[in-house]
């Protein structure tokens, strides 16, 4: 099984920018979709972003298009999310998680990790 650590979470000012980390266990996250979704206080779990394995190709929600940059490095085991433009509504627990099949990564990703809290306040 994957397991994926994320890192980078914390509180930030709106307009200001964070990265996360994911750290996966794993070469075979290398052969996986990689991504990220967030959960905020009373709101449903929702996509944010993944990116194929080559790192070629990426989607984002439409909510943090122009904001929000994820990637990877293969070599490392490693995907990112860069935050950028943060508002108050972007606070919420994030997750990075992997998986095989695109279709049933925006909606359910095989694996996930724990999560790290961003926290956009004044």
């Known amino acids: 099984q994957v397991q994926l650590v994320e890192s980078g979470g914390g509180l930030v000012q709106p307009g200001g920018s964070l990265r996360l980390s994911c750290a996966a266990s794993v070469r075979i996250f290398s052969n996986y979709y990689m991504g990220w979704f967030r959960q905020a206080p009373g709101r449903e779990r929702e996509f944010v972003a993944a990116?194929?394995?080559?790192?070629?190709?990426?989607d984002y929600a439409n909510s943090v298009k122009g904001r929000f940059t994820i990637s990877r490095d293969n070599a490392k085991n490693t995907a990112y999310l860069q935050l950028n433009s943060l508002k108050p509504e972007d606070t919420a627990v994030y997750y990075c998680?992997?998986?095989?099949?695109?279709?049933?990564?925006?909606?359910?990703?095989?694996?996930w990790g724990q999560g790290t809290q961003v926290t956009v306040s004044s």
């Open positions: 990116i194929a394995a080559s790192g070629g190709i990426t």
């Open positions: 998680t992997a998986g095989t099949s695109y279709a049933k990564f925006v909606i359910n990703p095989d694996y």
